[in-house]
C-alpha cells in the first residue's frame, strides 16, 4: 500500500528492516508501545496493524486522540524534542514495527537532510489535526465470537454482510480459516474494504483470541434460550478500549426476551442487541449499528406536554424512520420505555391513556412531609405497564436519566429494573417522593438533565434526533390562580390534575435546567420542538391535541432532510478499484 509518509523516511525504515540495523518486531494487540514518562530513545515505524494514540491526565480515563496508520511513524516529537513521552501509544491490532534508535536516526539524517523534512511535514499534519472529529475513529472491523453453543453464526454474520453491501459499502468477511494470517495479511485486508467481519465458533478459542486482537469491536454471541455457560466473561478487545457487546439470538415470535441481564452480569457485555430469529428488521438495525447509522431518539420530560412524543413516533412510523436507541428523562423516559419494550402505536395509545388520560395519575394527595402526593397510584401504573421487566430484556437499547440530589450530578440508568428507574426519573421534588438508591436519593430527571442528547451520544455514532417539549409558554399567571371555592373545585373535578402548585413544581424543574439544554439541542442531528402553548403541564386530559402537536412538528421536521435520516452521519465509502 502507498505510504502516507514520505520518501526519504520511508526509505530509511526500509533499509534499516532489510540490513538489521533497526528492529522490526511485532506488537501484540493491547500492549502499548509507549506511555507517559518513558524515555523516547527510538523512532518506530509501523509497518502493519494500527496503534492508538491515548492522552492520560491524573485520575481521568484516557482520552483517545487519533490512530496511527500502516506506513506512518511513531515517536517522532518527543525524540526530536529529546523529552519523554507524554502520552501512550496502544497496539489497536496485532501490529509489525520497525525501530531505528535516536543516535542512528540523527545520523540518517545529517546524510540526508529529506529524512528531518519528511518527519516535519509528519508532526504538522498531527498538530493540524489535533483535537478535530475527523482524527477520531470511526468503528469499522468487527468480531463476532459464539459466547455458547450457537449454531448458524456463519450464517449470521454472512447475513449482515450482504445487508451492509446492499447499503453501498464493501465488506470482507473472514473465519478460522485465517488464523495463520500474519499481521499484513489483517492490515491489507482491513486497507481494502470498507467494513471487516471476522467469526469465531465455540470451539475456536485460539482464533477467537486473535480476533478479539484485530477489531474495533468485539460482540459475543449467545442464544438467548438459553442459560449463559459458566466462564463466559470476556477479555476487553484492544481497539478503542472498548467492552465487548453482546448478541443474543431470540427464538421467532416471542413477546419479549427473558433472562438477559444474567447474560450481561456473565459476559461483563458493554451493550447488549437482542435479535430475533428470522426477522429482517433485527437484522437491519445491527447493521445500522456497524455502520454508524443507527438512529438514537431521545425525549424530554414536560408534565402532560410529553404526549406529544407519542405523535412524533406516529409520524416516524408513518414515514419508516427507524429507531434503534431510545432515552429519555422524566414523562419521555416512560414514553421511551415503552417505545424499547415494543409496544406497537395502538398498544402505546391504549396504555398512556388508560394510565394518565382516563385518570389523573396525581390525584393521591397526601399531607405533604416528604411531597404532595402519596405517588402509590404512579407505582402501581408503572408496574401494571412494565412490570419486572429488566433493561437488558427491552428490544431496543434504552436508558432513562434522574437527578442524584446525594451526589448533585445526573444519574444514568441502563441496567436493572425499568419501573424503578423510571419512579425515579418521574419523581419530581415536592410532587412526588423521591427515590432512593442505597444512600443516594434521586428526583425527576428534569432538574438536572432534561434531554439527554449528550448520554445518547457516548454510545451511538449515528444520528441522534431530541424531542423537547418543554419550550414555549409552558405556564401562565391563569395556570396560577387560586380557587375561589374549594367546593365548586373539587365538584368539577379539576383537582384530579393537582392543585396550581403541581404547574409551578414541573415548570421549576424544567426551566432550572434550561441554560444546559443549549448544548444537548445543539448536539441533537434533528431538534424537533413541538408547538404546545395551548397544552397545560398538568393537565393529563389533554392527550389528542398534544399528540397532533408532535405529529406535525416531526413531519415538519422530515420534510424538510435531503436526505433519509439515517443517513445524516452516513460514512462515504471507499472508491471501487479499478479493473485492471
Given at each position: 500500500m502507498p505510504s502516507p509518509t514520505g520518501p526519504a523516511l520511508t526509505q530509511l525504515f526500509e533499509t534499516a528492516r532489510q540490513t538489521g540495523s533497526g528492529r522490526w518486531w511485532c506488537l501484540p494487540g493491547g500492549s502499548d508501545l509507549f506511555r507517559p514518562g518513558e524515555p523516547a530513545d527510538e523512532l518506530h515505524f509501523l509497518r502493519a496493524g494500527r496503534l492508538g494514540a491515548f492522552r492520560i491526565e491524573d485520575h481521568e480515563e484516557p482520552r483517545f486522540l487519533g490512530v496511527v496508520r500502516p506506513g506512518e511513524p511513531a515517536g517522532e516529537m518527543s525524540l526530536i524534542a529529546g523529552s519523554l513521552h507524554s502520552g501512550q501509544l496502544t497496539a489497536l491490532r496485532d501490529s509489525e514495527i520497525v525501530s531505528v534508535d535516536r543516535d542512528a536516526f540523527f545520523e540518517a539524517c545529517d546524510a540526508d537532510p529529506d529524512i528531518m523534512v519528511d518527519v516535519a511535514r509528519q508532526m504538522v499534519g498531527r498538530a493540524r489535526n489535533a483535537g478535530r472529529p475527523t482524527a477520531l475513529v470511526e468503528p469499522a472491523v468487527f468480531g463476532f465470537v459464539a459466547a455458547g453453543p450457537m449454531d448458524g453464526l456463519?450464517?449470521?454474520?454472512?447475513?449482515?454482510?450482504?445487508?451492509?453491501?446492499?447499503?453501498?459499502?464493501?465488506?470482507?468477511?473472514?473465519?478460522?480459516?485465517?488464523?495463520?494470517?500474519?499481521?499484513?495479511?489483517f492490515s491489507n485486508l482491513e486497507h481494502g474494504v470498507d467494513y471487516v467481519l471476522y467469526m469465531a465458533n465455540l470451539e475456536e478459542q485460539a482464533w477467537a483470541a486473535k480476533?478479539?486482537?484485530?477489531?474495533?469491536?468485539?460482540?459475543?454471541?449467545?442464544?438467548?434460550?438459553?442459560?449463559?455457560?459458566?466462564?463466559?466473561?470476556?477479555?476487553?478487545?484492544?481497539?478503542?478500549?472498548?467492552?465487548?457487546?453482546?448478541?443474543?439470538?431470540?427464538?421467532?415470535?416471542?413477546?419479549?426476551?427473558?433472562?438477559?441481564?444474567?447474560?450481561?452480569?456473565?459476559?461483563?457485555?458493554?451493550?447488549l442487541t437482542h435479535i430475533r430469529r428470522g426477522d429482517p428488521g433485527d437484522l437491519e438495525r445491527l447493521v445500522r449499528r456497524l455502520t454508524g447509522r443507527a438512529v438514537g431518539l431521545v425525549l424530554s420530560g414536560g408534565g402532560a406536554r410529553a404526549y406529544a412524543h407519542v405523535g412524533v413516533i406516529r409520524a416516524f412510523r408513518e414515514r419508516g424512520v427507524p429507531i434503534d436507541f431510545v432515552g429519555g428523562a422524566s414523562m419521555g423516559a416512560v414514553i421511551a420505555a415503552g417505545l424499547a419494550l415494543g409496544w406497537d402505536l395502538d398498544e402505546m395509545d391504549r396504555r398512556i391513556r388508560l394510565a394518565f388520560v382516563d385518570s389523573s395519575p396525581v390525584d393521591d394527595i397526601a399531607f405533604p412531609m416528604l411531597a404532595m402526593i402519596r405517588g402509590g397510584k404512579v407505582a402501581r401504573r408503572l408496574e401494571e405497564n412494565f412490570g419486572d421487566v429488566q433493561f437488558a430484556d427491552l428490544w431496543r437499547p434504552c436508558f432513562c436519566v434522574s437527578s442524584n440530589l446525594t451526589t448533585g450530578v445526573p444519574q444514568v440508568h441502563r441496567r436493572g429494573l425499568v419501573r424503578a428507574a423510571l419512579r425515579a426519573s418521574i419523581s419530581l421534588p415536592g410532587l412526588l417522593p423521591p427515590a432512593t438508591q442505597g444512600q443516594n436519593v434521586l428526583v425527576d430527571g428534569a432538574v438536572l438533565k432534561n434531554l439527554p442528547v449528550d448520554v445518547m451520544r457516548s454510545s451511538l455514532s449515528g444520528p441522534i434526533i431530541g424531542v423537547d417539549v418543554s419550550r414555549?409558554?409552558?405556564?401562565?399567571?391563569?395556570?396560577?390562580?387560586?380557587?375561589?371555592?374549594?367546593?365548586?373545585?373539587?365538584?368539577?373535578?379539576?383537582?384530579?390534575?393537582?392543585?396550581?402548585?403541581?404547574?409551578?413544581?414541573?415548570?421549576?424543574?424544567?426551566?432550572?435546567?434550561?441554560?444546559?439544554?443549549?448544548?444537548?439541542?445543539?448536539?441533537?442531528?434533528?431538534?424537533?420542538?413541538?408547538?404546545?402553548?395551548?397544552?397545560?403541564?398538568?393537565?393529563?386530559?389533554?392527550?389528542?391535541?398534544?399528540?397532533?402537536?408532535?405529529?406535525?412538528?416531526?413531519?415538519?421536521?422530515?420534510?424538510?432532510?435531503?436526505?433519509?435520516?439515517?443517513?445524516?452521519?452516513?460514512?462515504?465509502?471507499?472508491?471501487?478499484?479499478?479493473?485492471?
Open positions: 456463519r450464517d449470521l454474520v454472512e447475513s449482515l454482510a450482504a445487508r451492509i453491501r446492499a447499503t453501498g459499502y464493501s465488506v470482507a468477511v473472514a473465519g478460522v480459516e485465517a488464523q495463520d494470517e500474519e499481521s499484513s495479511w480476533i478479539a486482537r484485530q477489531v474495533d469491536r468485539l460482540f459475543r454471541v449467545g442464544r438467548g434460550d438459553y442459560p449463559p455457560p459458566p466462564g463466559s466473561a470476556a477479555a476487553t478487545p484492544a481497539a478503542l478500549g472498548l467492552g465487548a457487546e453482546l448478541v443474543l439470538v431470540q427464538p421467532a415470535g416471542i413477546r419479549r426476551p427473558r433472562g438477559s441481564e444474567a447474560w450481561m452480569t456473565a459476559t461483563a457485555a458493554a451493550g414555549g409558554l409552558s405556564i401562565t399567571a391563569a395556570d396560577i390562580v387560586r380557587p375561589r371555592s374549594m367546593l365548586r373545585w373539587i365538584l368539577s373535578g379539576q383537582w384530579r390534575k393537582g392543585p396550581p402548585i403541581v404547574s409551578l413544581l414541573i415548570r421549576a424543574a424544567t426551566v432550572s435546567s434550561g441554560r444546559d439544554l443549549a448544548a444537548d439541542r445543539e448536539a441533537a442531528d434533528v431538534l424537533i420542538v413541538p408547538e404546545l402553548a395551548g397544552v397545560e403541564i398538568r393537565d393529563w386530559s389533554a392527550y389528542d391535541p398534544a399528540v397532533a402537536a408532535g405529529y406535525a412538528a416531526a413531519i415538519a421536521a422530515l420534510d424538510h432532510l435531503d436526505r433519509p435520516l439515517e443517513d445524516l452521519r452516513r460514512r462515504t465509502p471507499q472508491p471501487v478499484p479499478a479493473s485492471p
